[in-house]
Protein backbone atom coordinates (compact mmCIF):
# COMPACT_ATOMS: atom_id res chain seq x y z
CA UNK A 1 0.00 0.00 0.00
CA UNK A 2 3.03 2.42 0.84
CA UNK A 3 2.91 2.73 -3.34
CA UNK A 4 -0.12 4.88 -3.14
CA UNK A 5 1.65 8.19 -2.13
CA UNK A 6 0.66 11.65 -3.21
CA UNK A 7 3.82 12.29 -4.89
CA UNK A 8 2.43 9.50 -7.12
CA UNK A 9 -0.65 12.08 -8.71
CA UNK A 10 2.38 14.57 -9.69
CA UNK A 11 4.10 11.92 -11.61
CA UNK A 12 1.30 10.81 -13.06
CA UNK A 13 0.81 14.65 -14.60
CA UNK A 14 3.81 14.81 -15.68
CA UNK A 15 3.43 11.54 -17.81
CA UNK A 16 0.29 13.60 -19.08
CA UNK A 17 1.63 16.04 -20.36
CA UNK A 18 4.98 14.44 -21.66
CA UNK A 19 2.74 12.35 -23.79
CA UNK A 20 0.65 15.40 -24.65
CA UNK A 21 3.99 17.06 -25.77
CA UNK A 22 5.59 13.86 -27.91
CA UNK A 23 1.87 13.53 -29.53
CA UNK A 24 1.76 17.36 -30.65
CA UNK A 25 5.09 17.17 -32.18
CA UNK A 26 6.07 20.69 -31.12
CA UNK A 27 7.93 21.64 -34.41
CA UNK A 28 10.58 24.36 -34.03
CA UNK A 29 11.95 24.24 -37.04
CA UNK A 30 14.32 27.00 -38.64
CA UNK A 31 13.35 28.50 -42.10
CA UNK A 32 16.54 29.60 -43.65
CA UNK A 33 17.82 26.32 -45.11
CA UNK A 34 15.37 26.00 -48.30
CA UNK A 35 15.66 30.03 -49.33
CA UNK A 36 18.66 29.19 -51.22
CA UNK A 37 16.34 27.63 -53.90
CA UNK A 38 15.25 30.03 -56.42
CA UNK A 39 11.28 29.38 -57.50
CA UNK A 40 11.09 29.98 -61.23
CA UNK A 41 7.91 31.80 -60.15
CA UNK A 42 8.19 32.61 -56.33
CA UNK A 43 4.47 31.56 -54.95
CA UNK A 44 3.69 31.04 -50.91
CA UNK A 45 2.19 27.66 -51.41
CA UNK A 46 5.47 26.57 -53.05
CA UNK A 47 7.90 28.08 -50.83
CA UNK A 48 6.10 26.14 -47.61
CA UNK A 49 6.30 22.88 -49.91
CA UNK A 50 9.76 23.61 -50.08
CA UNK A 51 10.13 24.43 -46.41
CA UNK A 52 8.87 21.00 -45.73
CA UNK A 53 11.65 19.32 -47.04
CA UNK A 54 14.27 21.06 -44.60
CA UNK A 55 15.31 18.22 -42.59
CA UNK A 56 16.58 17.38 -46.23
CA UNK A 57 19.23 20.57 -46.20
CA UNK A 58 23.20 20.34 -45.79
CA UNK A 59 23.34 16.92 -47.25
CA UNK A 60 24.99 15.23 -50.18
CA UNK A 61 22.80 12.64 -50.87
CA UNK A 62 24.42 10.31 -53.18
CA UNK A 63 23.47 7.04 -55.71
CA UNK A 64 25.79 4.65 -57.83
CA UNK A 65 23.84 3.41 -61.15
CA UNK A 66 25.79 0.82 -62.92
CA UNK A 67 24.33 0.01 -66.80
CA UNK A 68 26.33 -2.17 -68.83
CA UNK A 69 30.05 -0.24 -69.57
CA UNK A 70 28.48 2.81 -67.69
CA UNK A 71 29.24 3.59 -64.40
CA UNK A 72 27.96 6.65 -62.86
CA UNK A 73 27.63 8.58 -59.79
CA UNK A 74 24.28 10.63 -59.22
CA UNK A 75 24.54 13.34 -56.18
CA UNK A 76 21.54 15.26 -54.95
CA UNK A 77 21.64 18.20 -52.63
CA UNK A 78 18.41 20.19 -51.72
CA UNK A 79 19.40 24.04 -51.75
CA UNK A 80 22.18 23.36 -51.89
CA UNK A 81 25.46 22.97 -53.93
CA UNK A 82 25.40 19.13 -54.75
CA UNK A 83 28.99 17.88 -54.67
CA UNK A 84 30.65 21.43 -54.16
CA UNK A 85 29.35 22.71 -57.92
CA UNK A 86 28.35 25.89 -57.37
CA UNK A 87 24.33 26.49 -58.27
CA UNK A 88 23.79 22.41 -59.15
CA UNK A 89 21.24 20.32 -57.15
CA UNK A 90 21.83 17.13 -58.83
CA UNK A 91 24.57 15.91 -60.97
CA UNK A 92 25.98 13.09 -62.61
CA UNK A 93 29.81 12.05 -62.53
CA UNK A 94 31.01 9.11 -64.86
CA UNK A 95 33.40 7.11 -62.98
CA UNK A 96 35.38 6.10 -65.38
CA UNK A 97 36.31 8.97 -67.50
CA UNK A 98 37.97 11.51 -65.51
CA UNK A 99 35.72 14.68 -66.94
CA UNK A 100 33.97 17.58 -65.37
CA UNK A 101 30.48 16.23 -63.96
CA UNK A 102 27.80 16.94 -65.66
CA UNK A 103 25.27 19.34 -63.91
CA UNK A 104 21.78 17.92 -64.52
CA UNK A 105 19.41 20.26 -62.67
CA UNK A 106 20.21 23.77 -60.78
CA UNK A 107 18.29 25.08 -57.82
CA UNK A 108 18.22 28.50 -58.88
CA UNK A 109 15.58 26.91 -61.56
CA UNK A 110 13.30 25.27 -58.68
CA UNK A 111 9.73 24.56 -58.73
CA UNK A 112 7.80 22.61 -56.34
CA UNK A 113 4.84 20.30 -56.40
CA UNK A 114 3.00 18.89 -53.51
CA UNK A 115 0.19 16.39 -52.73
CA UNK A 116 -0.63 14.99 -48.84
CA UNK A 117 2.63 12.32 -48.67
CA UNK A 118 4.53 13.72 -51.64
CA UNK A 119 6.82 16.62 -52.78
CA UNK A 120 7.94 16.73 -56.46
CA UNK A 121 10.82 18.70 -56.90
CA UNK A 122 11.94 20.28 -60.10
CA UNK A 123 14.88 21.29 -61.05
CA UNK A 124 15.78 22.94 -64.10
CA UNK A 125 18.78 24.51 -66.36
CA UNK A 126 21.07 22.18 -66.35
CA UNK A 127 23.61 21.82 -68.72
CA UNK A 128 22.50 21.15 -72.20
CA UNK A 129 22.44 18.22 -74.42
CA UNK A 130 24.88 16.95 -76.44
CA UNK A 131 22.75 15.67 -79.28
CA UNK A 132 19.58 13.90 -77.91
CA UNK A 133 16.24 16.54 -77.03
CA UNK A 134 16.91 19.07 -79.15
CA UNK A 135 19.89 19.97 -77.20
CA UNK A 136 17.69 21.47 -74.61
CA UNK A 137 18.59 22.01 -70.69
CA UNK A 138 18.65 18.91 -68.91
CA UNK A 139 16.57 18.99 -65.73
CA UNK A 140 16.35 16.69 -63.03
CA UNK A 141 12.19 15.67 -61.20
CA UNK A 142 13.19 14.42 -57.50
CA UNK A 143 10.15 12.19 -56.13
CA UNK A 144 9.86 12.74 -52.69
CA UNK A 145 7.63 9.99 -51.11
CA UNK A 146 6.06 9.71 -47.47
CA UNK A 147 7.97 7.10 -45.55
CA UNK A 148 7.95 7.55 -41.94
CA UNK A 149 9.75 4.71 -41.30
CA UNK A 150 13.20 6.91 -42.31
CA UNK A 151 14.14 10.52 -41.91
CA UNK A 152 15.61 9.99 -45.46
CA UNK A 153 15.63 6.94 -47.67
CA UNK A 154 18.51 6.25 -50.41
CA UNK A 155 18.58 8.01 -53.43
CA UNK A 156 17.09 5.73 -56.27
CA UNK A 157 17.55 6.67 -59.59
CA UNK A 158 14.44 5.79 -61.94
CA UNK A 159 15.04 6.51 -65.53
CA UNK A 160 16.59 9.01 -67.86
CA UNK A 161 14.01 10.01 -70.59
CA UNK A 162 15.90 11.43 -73.68
CA UNK A 163 14.40 9.47 -76.32
CA UNK A 164 12.34 12.42 -76.96
CA UNK A 165 12.57 15.75 -79.03
CA UNK A 166 11.59 17.81 -75.96
CA UNK A 167 10.50 18.03 -72.38
CA UNK A 168 13.79 15.54 -71.88
CA UNK A 169 14.06 14.54 -67.62
CA UNK A 170 15.70 12.47 -65.39
CA UNK A 171 13.95 10.83 -62.57
CA UNK A 172 14.69 9.92 -58.98
CA UNK A 173 12.97 9.12 -55.89
CA UNK A 174 13.64 9.67 -52.23
CA UNK A 175 11.67 8.48 -49.23
CA UNK A 176 11.79 10.80 -46.31
CA UNK A 177 9.25 11.14 -43.35
CA UNK A 178 9.53 14.72 -43.80
CA UNK A 179 6.50 14.74 -46.41
CA UNK A 180 4.38 12.40 -43.75
CA UNK A 181 1.31 14.23 -43.19
CA UNK A 182 1.57 16.22 -39.14
CA UNK A 183 -0.39 13.51 -37.09
CA UNK A 184 -2.96 15.89 -35.80
CA UNK A 185 -3.04 15.02 -31.82
CA UNK A 186 -6.20 15.12 -30.38
CA UNK A 187 -6.99 12.79 -27.26
CA UNK A 188 -9.94 11.31 -27.78
CA UNK A 189 -13.27 11.32 -25.54
CA UNK A 190 -12.62 7.69 -24.52
CA UNK A 191 -9.04 8.47 -23.17
CA UNK A 192 -10.55 12.06 -21.29
CA UNK A 193 -13.13 9.70 -19.88
CA UNK A 194 -10.33 7.26 -19.04
CA UNK A 195 -7.65 9.39 -17.66
CA UNK A 196 -10.28 11.55 -15.47
CA UNK A 197 -11.33 7.56 -14.26
CA UNK A 198 -7.62 6.85 -13.47
CA UNK A 199 -7.50 10.28 -11.65
CA UNK A 200 -10.69 9.76 -9.72
CA UNK A 201 -9.52 6.20 -8.27
CA UNK A 202 -6.15 7.98 -7.61
CA UNK A 203 -7.38 10.33 -5.50
CA UNK A 204 -9.88 7.84 -3.64
CA UNK A 205 -7.43 5.18 -2.82
CA UNK A 206 -4.98 8.22 -1.52
CA UNK A 207 -7.16 10.39 -0.16
CA UNK A 208 -9.15 7.08 1.85
CA UNK A 209 -5.87 5.72 2.64
CA UNK A 210 -4.46 8.90 4.77
CA UNK A 211 -8.07 9.25 6.20
CA UNK A 212 -8.01 5.43 7.56
CA UNK A 213 -4.71 5.93 8.20
CA UNK A 214 -4.37 8.93 9.96
CA UNK A 215 -7.92 9.45 11.51
CA UNK A 216 -9.53 6.59 12.31
CA UNK A 217 -5.54 5.10 12.69
CA UNK A 218 -5.93 1.45 10.65
CA UNK A 219 -3.59 -1.09 10.62
CA UNK A 220 -2.29 -3.23 7.75
CA UNK A 221 -5.11 -4.10 5.09
CA UNK A 222 -7.50 -2.13 6.93
CA UNK A 223 -5.92 1.05 5.73
CA UNK A 224 -7.55 0.20 2.56
CA UNK A 225 -10.67 2.83 1.85
CA UNK A 226 -13.82 1.00 2.33
CA UNK A 227 -12.27 -2.42 2.82
CA UNK A 228 -15.27 -3.96 4.56
CA UNK A 229 -17.31 -3.02 1.59
CA UNK A 230 -14.76 -3.90 -1.05
CA UNK A 231 -14.09 -7.45 0.86
CA UNK A 232 -17.81 -7.57 0.89
CA UNK A 233 -18.31 -6.71 -3.21
CA UNK A 234 -15.02 -9.43 -3.74
CA UNK A 235 -17.31 -12.18 -1.94
CA UNK A 236 -20.48 -11.55 -3.69
CA UNK A 237 -18.70 -11.50 -6.81
CA UNK A 238 -16.85 -14.35 -6.70
CA UNK A 239 -20.46 -16.14 -5.22
CA UNK A 240 -22.19 -14.64 -8.58
CA UNK A 241 -19.09 -16.33 -10.43
CA UNK A 242 -20.16 -19.36 -8.62
CA UNK A 243 -23.60 -19.39 -9.12
CA UNK A 244 -23.04 -18.54 -13.04
CA UNK A 245 -19.71 -20.54 -13.97
CA UNK A 246 -20.25 -23.60 -11.93
CA UNK A 247 -20.64 -26.85 -14.35
CA UNK A 248 -22.04 -28.74 -11.64
CA UNK A 249 -25.62 -29.45 -11.96
CA UNK A 250 -26.89 -28.46 -8.55
CA UNK A 251 -30.14 -31.05 -9.26
CA UNK A 252 -28.13 -33.72 -9.19
CA UNK A 253 -26.56 -35.53 -5.71
CA UNK A 254 -29.01 -34.74 -3.32
CA UNK A 255 -27.70 -37.10 -0.64
CA UNK A 256 -23.85 -35.55 -1.21
CA UNK A 257 -25.24 -31.74 -1.31
CA UNK A 258 -27.11 -31.83 2.24
CA UNK A 259 -24.26 -33.30 3.75
CA UNK A 260 -22.00 -30.77 2.53
CA UNK A 261 -24.41 -27.40 3.25
CA UNK A 262 -24.28 -28.70 6.94
CA UNK A 263 -20.92 -28.83 6.74
CA UNK A 264 -21.05 -25.69 5.11
CA UNK A 265 -23.06 -23.96 7.19
CA UNK A 266 -21.00 -24.04 10.11
CA UNK A 267 -18.06 -23.25 8.89
CA UNK A 268 -18.45 -19.91 7.61
CA UNK A 269 -19.76 -18.66 11.51
CA UNK A 270 -16.42 -20.07 12.83
CA UNK A 271 -14.59 -18.08 10.78
CA UNK A 272 -16.48 -14.73 11.44
CA UNK A 273 -15.71 -15.64 14.97
CA UNK A 274 -12.19 -15.35 13.77
CA UNK A 275 -12.71 -12.19 12.31
CA UNK A 276 -14.77 -10.50 15.01
CA UNK A 277 -12.35 -9.27 17.43
CA UNK A 278 -9.71 -7.38 14.67
C1 LIG B 1 29.10 17.94 -50.33
O1 LIG B 1 30.23 17.42 -51.01
C2 LIG B 1 31.23 18.39 -51.32
C3 LIG B 1 32.32 17.70 -52.10
O2 LIG B 1 32.69 16.48 -51.54
C4 LIG B 1 31.77 19.02 -50.05
O3 LIG B 1 32.70 20.03 -50.35
C5 LIG B 1 30.59 19.64 -49.29
O4 LIG B 1 31.03 20.15 -48.06
C6 LIG B 1 29.52 18.59 -49.04
N1 LIG B 1 28.40 19.26 -48.43
C7 LIG B 1 27.77 18.77 -47.35
C8 LIG B 1 26.65 19.58 -46.78
O5 LIG B 1 28.09 17.68 -46.85
C1 LIG C 1 20.77 29.45 -63.10
O1 LIG C 1 22.17 29.59 -63.12
C2 LIG C 1 22.77 29.17 -64.35
C3 LIG C 1 24.26 29.25 -64.18
O2 LIG C 1 24.63 30.48 -63.63
C4 LIG C 1 22.25 30.04 -65.49
O3 LIG C 1 22.83 29.62 -66.70
C5 LIG C 1 20.74 29.92 -65.55
O4 LIG C 1 20.21 30.78 -66.55
C6 LIG C 1 20.12 30.24 -64.20
N1 LIG C 1 18.72 29.93 -64.29
C7 LIG C 1 17.75 30.75 -63.86
C8 LIG C 1 16.35 30.30 -64.02
O5 LIG C 1 18.03 31.82 -63.34
Known sequence: MEVFHIPRRGSMLMWAMAIQLILCRISVFATDSTTACKLISESKSERSILNKLEPLAHKNITADVTN????????????????????????????????????????????AIGGSDWVMLIYGSGDTYDAHCSQETRKAIIMISCNRNTDMGPLEVVLEDRERTRDCFYLFELDSSAVCPVIVSHI?????????????????LVGGFLYQRLIVGAKGMEQFPNYA?????????????????????????????????????????????????M
Open 229 to 277: FWVEVGNLTADGCDFVCRSKNRDEAPAYRGLSTDALEEQPEERDDHLLP
Open 68 to 111: GDDSYTYVFQLCGDADGIHLAGVIQKDKKAEKKPTVIGRYNATQ
Open 188 to 204: SSGSIILIIVFCLVTVY
